[in-house]
């Protein structure tokens, strides 16, 4: 889960050098809510394949809806907090505000 904005080559700091195991458990674990997410999607799709209540295909809809909500979420504070600790200085970082909020106004 990187952000899509140009790569650069940065030095990597002490932080970001004993935060790479935490950021291969945030991959896994956004993988496995993904596949969760594709299994509801699929169990909807059966649902409609076997006419089941409206009622209850919205429900499940919306309960898709909002985990791919709280996926997306999580996705933005990793962008935020990656960027925020490559940044080089206060400007750079504060700079990180701008380009999540234009990433939460574009998607969010």
């Known amino acids: 889960m990187t952000s899509k904005r140009p790569a650069t080559r940065r030095k990597a700091t002490p932080a970001a050098v004993s935060a790479a195991p935490e950021m291969d458990q945030r991959r ?9 997410i594709e299994g509801q999607i699929r169990g909807i799709q059966g649902m409609i394949q076997t006419d089941a209540d409206c009622e209850a295909v919205a429900q499940q809809v919306a309960a898709a809806r909002r985990a791919l909500d709280r996926a997306f979420y999580e996705i933005i504070a990793c962008t935020m907090e990656a960027e925020i600790d490559a940044a080089s200085d206060l400007r750079a970082a504060r700079a990180v505000g701008g380009h999540v909020s234009r990433i939460l106004s574009k998607y969010g």
């Open 28 to 36: 896994r674990d956004m993988i496995s809510r993904l596949r969760r």
